[in-house]
């Protein structure tokens, strides 16, 4: 495979995760945009600023990944649970899409940098086309949806960055 400029953009706009370096006419695997934070338990995404706990709400970082079970939460929980935690919030549904990565199924998000990850995820956006209903993400496959505000599913929490 050359690298051209066409095939450069093309493959950037698709975040397919190759990069042809000029001059080495082959695909390059890239890392994707995060810093891991202190102890591991959070990451920074660098295109965002967004701080992120790698572990879902309920499961703790071991250093290696996130071990024990995720607490289940409807979305009233969840919105009351993350104003427990200092500093930290529910994101919203343009956020929390942003980690996922929808070139993986099954999870579709980068499972080295969000370990353990299950299905669906709450945000904190509310959905307007039935005030019973709230957005989340299927990380399944890794799109956005709406479910009844009474479902209980996990949350992942995110701050500012510095």
Same mark, same amino acid.
């Given at each position: ?50 701080? $992120? ?34 500093? $930290? ?32 995820? $709450? ?11 709230? $957005? ?27």
């Amino acid at each position: 495979m050359t690298c051209n400029a066409g095939a450069v953009r093309k493959l950037l706009a698709a975040s397919a995760g190759l990069l042809c370096l000029a001059g080495l006419g082959a695909p390059v695997a890239w890392a994707a945009p995060y810093t891991y934070n202190g102890d591991g338990s959070e990451v920074t995404d660098e295109r965002t600023g967004l701080v $992120w706990r790698r572990c879902a709400e309920g499961m703790v970082w071991s250093g290696v990944t996130c071990s024990g079970s995720a607490t289940l939460f409807t979305h009233e929980q969840a919105l009351l649970h993350a104003k427990t935690q200092a500093g $930290w919030r529910l994101p919203g549904i343009k956020e929390l899409s942003s980690i996922a990565d929808r070139s993986r199924t099954g999870p579709a998000i980068d499972l080295a940098v969000f370990p353990a990850t299950g299905n669906f995820f $709450w945000s904190a956006s509310p959905y307007v086309g039935n005030p019973a209903s709230a $957005w989340g993400v299927y990380f399944n496959y890794g799109g956005a949806d709406h479910y009844y505000r009474s479902g209980v599913f996990s949350v992942r929490l995110v701050r500012a960055g510095l």
